[in-house]
């Protein structure tokens, strides 16, 4: 949205969270690519090549796709490899190379079978391979981005049964181990494998032809590809940090796929027939960050009245330009597993001041940390400062460094604003709110919660599961300290040739960047 | 041309670049000076730029960790990059290998930093060359043709022309010129997106950030210009060429135009800066994969010694035009003793 | 050729450029109403006739919140540089200790060579300082080209029999520094402060295009231009009129400049 | 040689705002004469000179009538040649340009040989034989001898049948002078008409044939020189060649004790570390004048500037009454920075230009003496008055003041400060005839007065130095003779100071016919 500033100044878009905690979401469902955006109308051609435009990482662009850490890595990482699981538009776990898995009874104990499918040197992808590639991200020496989130595998254990077939010894009870498979990074390289700039050899559905680090990336139609050649012949992935820079190159005809564009541009141009605007829903968790081990927000009367302090539609409309739904202070809205049976929670500065008066927390004064690192943190700040001055809440706004801003506000202050990608609702709890969770920035530690994941960890049968999930959501609902005030969408922009972009596909999900499906008219 | 030399430039028979009282220079031991305070001033910069870079908030590991910030994480990073060593020692190793032409290289990604600015140096070049290319004709053009007209409409109209694009940022110009000229009426290319390095093999796309880079400095350099030929041409001398049947074109631009160049080279020199800070935001707007890009990615990843390979570079470039100036200044201005 | 008329109509015409960002600046403030509840950022029309800003504010109010702090950074800048550069450059003109001369200007130079956005880059990232700090930074870049050209004024005066004179009255070194040269570097001094109010303003404002020293949604004419950017093709007033404020505020005072000086310099 | 004019102007009339600068000149000027044009400075010469050229002041309505029957055009030689050189150009570049047109019609090869010929030639005929390392200069690196024969030289390449000279020999000193009176008679001989404007009338008697006297704006009287000098019929003219100067002081009031100034062994440095000045003893005494005499670069104004402390890179001493005087007037307390005070040469650079005079004169008394404001203005006012200027022209500005006014403001300036003795730089060089008097007699009347006040006066002009009871002169920064005045201008012994007397004695007497 509006941090359009100079590329390396803003981040860039880091794709958030473990797995792609990033904001986007383009999911296709189930690896689906059956609901197009603006109708799928006319039949697939083949032939053309696409230029897309995403914001990159400058000369230190790497093609190693366990180095994957912004949009356009990920992206070009998609079209050269593939992980063994992706995750679909409900962020639940879908086959990739992996033809099927099996557990056993205690779920610490999973069998992988591979799928036929080759190298772009022709040969085979075989167990060893995926071993090689999970030693690699795990290797404790390195600190590859997925190597948190094959934590719970124990690699040493885990073994080869065939050629194409693993068998992955687990730390612990596992129900979501299929969540790992589809972990942000986990690609499957060929064995050996340590020198990706020059030559890179993955499965994808395209071949590498030329890259040149924070300008360009050309890949050519894999013909043997799986899941069916794609449609392209080449495409071209381009970088350009300023937001302006992409909608340029799109209006220009210069590319014909702007990835992340604000808002605004997409309000300016959806009507307009130059562009064709694609919203990727739900992609996007926006929300305030209470520290609940700290004064005031210790109290949970003090984090209730913030969660009735909040006019989460303003704050979308401000801070998100309307492009995005209300939260309701619960992560994951519309991915597996959500509770939305909650009722949404609505603006009540009365009861938000009873509460407060009740916790002896009158005339409160907090520090709000906030940073342009995030389309729409500075303008959720000051909106939330001004709702906040009617409950007699004094909130001051403080700009952190936009470049350690997410370091910064891991175990300083009391509240900041947070966002996250899309992933599923079992990672956003493993990461964030679990006692020795890495990044658990509102310091949720309870011991029965802990216990309650375990459980749901254990527990064989999905709704079982789900039952435990909801008990997780409604304490997390009644006195957490997420403030998630809305879910924003990710806007792409699209020349009108291009056919086949999924629409619903957060960011970070199977569908979302996946060019092997879209097709020029 | 009546012009009597009663007028005003006999009062001020001292021209103004009589007006130091240092000595007139000698040759030598001027541009001994000039390198050595170079030296200083780039030994300053990288200081500068170095303690700045250490004291931003984060590092390298925390940068690079982004929004996954896991303290266990950020620690290997950490190790990996050397980043556990005091700074100083860094900063020593980091001096010493540039001693032996070594630039070191990126924590970021391993690189050579060498490669880092080679990379992003041509583009930057052909940039800057051109805008210089078209900079000098265009503003010493502009400030001559008002000088010409002085006080009459064409002046009227260039210096107040000059003055309101000279007020715009580059950044509101580029939006403005791009959206005009590439958007709706489609002339040119928005951006030079996919082109990569090879910029000159599409002019066309070089149009609109080269017209952005001149903006400004066109304007203070025709200003500067025009008061400096304003002058020139109301002087004893050029209404003495011009006594004595010098042609008009002549006495401008052979007479009167080299007592204007000096400030007005000076201040081309001073432009280098300019363009640096312009050159980042153009290539922000344009998509050009230059020097500027490299930097303020560099600075964000806390990427600290392709921030310094890149100080040393501005330094050398910064003190290096200076001292070219300089020297073309002293030689249009002989008596003024420049200050070394 | 004498022109006077036309000075005049000039002279008048740069009052009136900046008389109405001026006027705007200094007493818009009082003319705020309440703020009213936010908008959906980015509309045209209804109850804001301006339209709204990138965070559902009325743009009018905000045009009229947001030239103090434009004015007053920009204006305590280009003062501050001075503060430092006249008495530095005073000094070192009217000095006859080598020593002390080069101890002031050489650090200039050196200052000189760091490129001033990667300064103020850099030096705003570890500082984040607020719309004063900014003032100081910029000043601080302002510094050695302002002090380097009133070194060269002050030193053409300094360097008069007129300076000898005075010391052979027994004149103070005040008196001489302050009521002698300072004042024939005065005209210098002016022609050099309209230029450097421009750049001192683009400097600002490209501060605030890099999101530094002010708030990011700070009523800030120069702010409201780089935030509302992205609205430009749905809501050109945010961006248009505020950036309008700011070339009429540059371009008069620099035909102001002009005009003033052109007069003072015709005088025999 | 025919008698017919090569350029004439009848009954010019050049006005500003209103105002005749100029009003009824009659000016004929005939081949190889020289024409010369005297007055006093804004009598209007300057501006009857550069009708001749075409050329008029700014805003400036002109009638009457300019013709030139000559082919050629006419040549300019400023009185500063180097305001009319290019300073960022080489000495060549003006030159050729010149030239270029006279050899158009040859074959382009052979135009940039021709070109050069032409301009060498015209340097040679310039007295400049040796000019080709010249042309490779910037005009400042020649000296103003150099810079104004170059300037002659642009002239005669041109082929200019008329040149005007303006003011070719003020604030020159003798040598210098007798040699551009040599030079504009070579010129004149070439069959050039040479229109001389020169309030020098030694000058002007040696070149001249034909002299118009003006008078604001108008000529009051035209003739042949030696008409004009014997018999003078307008009341004007009597006044300008009243030769009448002032007398050889008798040295009544020289106190012959204790010298108040006392140089010993003075050695002064430039800041590279040349000496440019050798003293090894000079005093003056209560009540004298001493004459510093030298031409230009003789280091005589170093001397000054030691004695008034504003040269510091000096060895020796300077003795205030036997006590040492600190080198740098920075150390010299109140009073003894009273004792000596210093007249500046350029009157107009010594003021500041944003005050007005009286108060510019009162600040000495103020800062020095330590006396009120008011009374420092009185005293100032009084002080003023004396030397001849009135109060109203005291409350102005410098700007409005003239040359003449603003030296003895200048002076009136010093003397508030009641110094013990007063150092005068050239204050009348650069100063026309009756101006420049007007001035001598202020200074005749200033030794003496008060408390013995002692005066150096520092000159390249004989004439001047009558003035004084001793005369020093310098010669390449070496004093080379000092003595009374009567002695030295009779019987002047070094060989230096023989030439110089002789020099100004042919000046005077007019020998060129």
Redesign the interface.
């Known amino acids: 949205?509006?941090d359009?500033?100079?590329?390396?100044?803003?981040?860039r878009g880091?794709l958030?969270?473990?797995s792609g905690?990033?904001a986007l979401a383009l999911v296709g469902c189930a690896g689906g690519t059956d609901d197009k955006a603006d109708s799928a109308s006319g039949t697939p051609k083949r032939g053309g090549r696409l230029?897309a435009?995403f914001a990159g990482?400058?000369?230190?662009?790497?093609l190693d796709p366990h180095l994957a850490?912004l949009f356009a890595d990920v992206a070009r990482a998609k079209a050269l490899f593939d992980k063994l699981a992706d995750y679909g538009a409900d962020l639940s776990a879908q086959p990739r190379l992996a033809e099927k898995w099996e557990s056993n009874k205690t779920l610490d104990r999973w069998q992988v079978t591979l799928r036929q499918a080759t190298f772009h040197d022709g040969k085979p992808v075989t167990a060893k391979d995926v071993l090689y590639s999970y030693r690699r991200i795990a290797d404790?020496?390195?600190?590859f981005?997925a190597?948190?989130s094959l934590e719970p595998v124990d690699l040493d254990a885990s073994r080869a049964t065939g050629e194409r077939s693993i068998e992955f010894v687990l730390k612990r009870p596992t129900a979501e181990f299929p969540n790992v498979l589809a972990a942000f990074g986990a690609y499957i390289v060929p064995e050996n494998a340590t020198e990706f700039d020059d030559k890179p050899i993955g499965s994808g559905p395209f071949r590498f032809v030329s890259f040149?680090?924070?300008?360009?990336a050309v890949f050519r139609r894999n013909d043997d590809y799986w899941d069916g050649a794609p449609l392209l012949d080449e495409i071209?992935f381009?970088?350009?940090?300023?937001?302006?820079?992409r909608v340029?190159?799109l209006?220009?005809g210069?590319?014909e796929y702007a990835h992340e564009l604000?808002p605004?541009?997409a309000?300016?141009?959806e009507s307009g027939g130059q562009i064709e605007i694609v919203r990727l829903r739900n992609s996007a968790m926006q929300a305030f960050c209470m520290k609940t081990d700290r004064a005031p927000f210790d109290d949970k009367r003090v984090r209730e009245a913030f969660f009735l302090i909040a006019d989460r539609q303003?704050l979308v409309?401000?801070?998100l330009?309307?492009a995005g739904e209300v939260g309701n202070d619960l992560f994951g809205k519309g991915y597996e597993y959500y509770a939305a049976d909650l009722p949404q929670r609505e603006q009540d500065l009365d009861k938000a001041r009873a509460l407060l008066k009740q916790a002896g927390a009158e005339k409160l004064k907090v520090t709000l940390d906030t940073s342009?690192?995030a389309a729409g943190f500075?303008?959720a700040a000051?909106?939330f400062r001004?709702q906040a001055a009617k409950a007699g809440v004094t909130i001051d706004?403080k700009?952190?460094?936009?470049?350690?801003y997410?370091?910064?506000i891991?175990d300083n202050g009391t509240l900041c604003c947070y966002?996250?990608g899309a992933m599923p609702i079992e990672a956003h709890v493993s990461q964030r709110l679990l006692t020795d969770s890495?990044?658990n920035a509102t310091k949720w530690q309870h011991k029965d919660f802990d216990a309650l994941y375990q459980q749901a960890q254990s527990t064989r049968d999905k709704t079982e599961r789900a039952a435990v999930y909801e008990r997780m959501q409604r304490r997390l609902y009644a006195e957490g300290g997420f403030l998630i005030w809305g879910f924003a969408d990710w806007i792409i922009g699209t020349g009108r040739t291009v056919r086949g972009v999924e629409t619903k596909a957060p960011a970070n999900t199977l569908d979302w960047a996946r060019f092997d499906k879209v097709w020029l008219a | 041309m009546k012009r009597a030399p009663k007028g005003r430039g006999e009062l001020r028979d001292l021209p103004p670049w009589r007006r130091t009282r240092q000595p007139a220079f000698r040759g030598t031991s001027f541009v001994a000076r000039r390198l050595l305070l170079g030296a200083a001033q780039t030994v300053a910069v990288v200081l500068l730029v170095f303690a700045l870079t250490e004291a931003l908030p984060g590092d390298a590991a925390v940068a690079l960790a982004g929004d996954q910030p896991d303290p266990a994480r950020i620690a290997a990073i950490r190790e990996a990059m050397d980043l556990d060593r005091p700074a100083y020692e860094r900063l020593a190793d980091w001096a010493t290998g540039l001693l032996h032409g070594d630039f070191g290289t990126s924590l970021a990604s391993g690189r050579p930093v060498t490669q880092y600015i080679a990379d992003g140096f041509g583009p930057t070049l052909v940039l800057a060359a051109l805008t210089l290319a078209l900079l000098v004709p265009l503003g010493f053009g502009l400030g001559v043709l008002a000088a010409r007209h002085e006080g009459r409409l064409v002046d009227r109209l260039v210096s107040s022309v000059t003055l309101a694009v000279y007020a715009v940022p580059e950044f509101a110009l580029g939006v403005l010129l791009v959206t005009v000229l590439a958007l709706k009426l489609a002339w040119l290319p928005p951006t030079a997106v996919g082109y990569g390095t090879d910029l000159l093999g599409h002019p066309a796309a070089l149009v609109l950030p080269v017209l952005v880079l001149l903006s400004r400095p066109v304007c203070s350099l025709s200003r500067l210009v025009r008061a400096g030929m304003v002058d020139a041409l109301a002087s004893p001398y050029a209404a003495h060429a011009h006594r004595y049947g010098v042609p008009g074109a002549r006495v401008r631009y052979a007479h009167a135009l080299p007592n204007a160049l000096a400030p007005a080279v000076q201040q081309l020199a001073r432009t280098v800066d300019w363009l640096l800070c312009g050159v980042i935001v153009v290539e922000a707007l344009f998509v050009i994969p230059g020097l500027g890009t490299v930097l303020l990615n560099a600075v964000a990843e806390r990427d600290v010694p392709v921030v310094q390979g890149l100080a040393v570079v501005f330094g050398v470039l910064t003190v290096v035009l200076n001292l070219g100036a300089d020297l073309v200044a002293h030689k249009l201005t002989p008596r003024a003793g420049v200050v070394a | 050729m004498t022109t006077l008329p036309g000075r005049q109509r000039r002279f008048v015409l740069g009052l009136a450029v900046v008389a109405v960002p001026l006027v705007l600046a200094l007493l818009g403030p009082l003319f705020v109403g309440d703020p009213g509840p936010r908008a959906t950022s980015f509309t045209l029309g209804g109850d804001h006739w301006l339209g709204t800003d990138f965070v559902g504010r009325d743009v009018w109010q905000q045009v009229l919140l947001g030239g103090r702090t434009v004015v007053v950074t920009a204006l305590a800048a280009t003062a501050l540089a001075y503060l430092v550069a006249v008495p530095v450059a005073l000094i070192s003109a009217l000095t006859r200790l080598r020593w002390l001369e080069e101890l002031l200007m050489r650090p200039l130079d050196v200052l000189l060579a760091v490129p001033s956005l990667l300064l103020i880059l850099l030096v705003a990232s570890v500082l984040s300082p607020g719309a004063a700090g900014l003032a100081l930074l910029v000043a601080l870049v302002n510094v050695p080209d302002a002090a380097r050209i009133v070194r060269a004024a002050a030193g053409e005066a300094a360097a008069r029999p007129a300076v000898e004179a005075l010391r052979m009255q027994g004149e103070t070194w005040w008196r001489i520094a302050v009521g002698y040269v300072g004042r024939s570097a005065l005209r210098t001094l002016a022609a050099d402060a309209g230029i450097r109010l421009t750049g001192v303003l683009y400097l600002v404002s490209t501060a605030a295009f890099l999101g530094v020293g002010v708030t990011p949604d700070a009523a800030d004419w120069a702010v409201m231009v780089d935030r509302n950017r992205t609205g430009l093709l749905v809501q050109p007033w945010a961006v248009v009129v505020p950036a309008l404020l700011i070339v009429a505020l540059t371009m008069g005072t620099n035909l102001l400049f002009d005009a003033a000086l052109e007069k003072k310099g015709r005088r025999p | 040689m025919s008698r017919d004019p090569v350029a004439e102007i009848r009954d010019l009339r050049v006005e500003i705002d209103g105002r005749a600068i100029v009003d009824g000149v009659d000016l004929r000027v005939l081949p190889g004469k020289v024409t010369a044009l005297v007055g006093a400075s804004g009598s209007g010469k300057t501006t009857t000179g550069l009708a001749l050229l075409g050329e008029y002041p700014p805003g400036a309505r002109v009638t009457g009538g300019i013709r030139r029957t000559g082919e050629g055009p006419v040549g300019y030689v400023p009185q500063h040649p180097a305001a009319v050189l290019n300073p960022a150009r080489r000495v060549g570049a003006l030159l050729h340009d010149i030239a270029r047109p006279q050899v158009r019609h040859l074959p382009r090869a052979e135009r940039r040989e021709a070109a050069r010929q032409l301009v060498l030639h015209a340097l040679a005929d310039a007295q400049l034989p040796d000019g080709e390392p010249l042309l490779r200069r910037h005009p400042h690196q020649l000296s103003g001898g150099q810079q104004q024969r170059v300037v002659l030289a642009q002239a005669l390449l041109l082929g200019a049948r008329v040149i005007v000279a303006d003011e070719p020999t003020t604030g020159q000193d003798a040598l210098t002078k007798s040699r551009i009176v040599e030079q504009l008679e070579q010129v004149a001989a070439r069959g050039i008409a040479v229109v001389l404007l020169s309030h020098d009338l030694d000058v002007v008697r040696a070149l001249a044939d034909e002299v118009l006297v003006m008078r604001a704006g108008r000529v009051v009287e035209s003739g042949p020189v030696e008409r004009l000098w014997t018999a003078p019929r307008h009341e004007w003219t009597r006044r300008l060649l009243d030769e009448q100067r002032a007398a050889p002081r008798d040295g009544a009031s020289v106190d012959a004790g204790q010298p108040v100034l006392e140089v010993r062994d003075l050695t002064a440095v430039h800041d590279r570390g040349t000496v440019v000045l050798r003293a090894p003893h000079l005093t003056l005494h209560r009540g004298e004048c001493l004459a510093v005499v030298g031409r230009s670069g003789s280091g005589k104004t170093t001397l000054a500037r030691c004695l008034a402390g504003l040269h510091r890179d000096h060895d020796g001493e300077i003795l205030l009454d036997g006590t040492p005087l600190p080198r740098s007037l920075r150390h010299r307390d109140r009073s003894r920075l009273a004792a000596v005070q210093y007249v500046f040469q350029d009157a107009r650079a010594a003021f500041d230009e944003h005050r007005p005079v009286l108060h510019q004169v009162a600040r000495t008394a103020v800062r020095l003496r330590g006396t009120g404001e008011r009374e420092a203005t009185d005293e100032a006012l009084a002080t003023l008055h004396r030397l001849g200027l009135a109060a109203d022209l005291a409350h102005r500005r410098p700007g409005e003041l003239s040359g003449g006014e603003l030296q003895r403001a200048a002076l009136a300036r010093a003397l508030l400060a009641r110094p013990r003795v007063l150092i005068c730089d050239e204050v009348t060089s650069g100063l026309d005839t009756v101006t420049r008097r007007g001035i001598l007699d202020v200074l005749a009347g200033l030794a003496g007065e008060g408390d013995g006040l002692s005066l150096v006066l520092i000159t390249h002009d004989l004439d001047t130095a009558r003035l004084a009871d001793r005369i020093a002169v310098l010669d390449a920064g070496e004093l080379v003779e000092q003595g009374p005045a009567q002695r030295i201008l009779t019987e002047p012994q070094h060989p230096f100071t023989v030439s110089l007397m002789r020099t100004t004695e042919r000046l005077e007497t007019g020998t060129r016919r």
Do not use: C
């Not at chain 1, 359009?4 to 981040?11: A, D, I, N, T």
């Not at chain 1, 990482?57 to 790497?62: Q, R, Y």
């Not at chain 1, 404790?140 to 600190?143: F, G, I, T, V």
């Open positions: 949205m509006y359009e500033r100079f590329p390396g100044l803003r981040r880091f958030a969270a473990t905690a990033a230029r435009a990482g400058g000369a230190s662009e790497t850490n404790p020496k390195q600190a981005r190597k948190a040149a680090p924070g300008r360009s071209e381009v970088v350009a940090n300023e937001e302006s820079a340029n190159a209006l220009g210069q590319v604000n605004t541009t309000r300016a141009h303003e409309d401000g801070a330009s309307g342009a690192v500075t303008e000051g909106i001004d706004v700009m952190g460094s936009k470049d350690s997410w370091s910064d891991l966002r996250s890495t990044t």
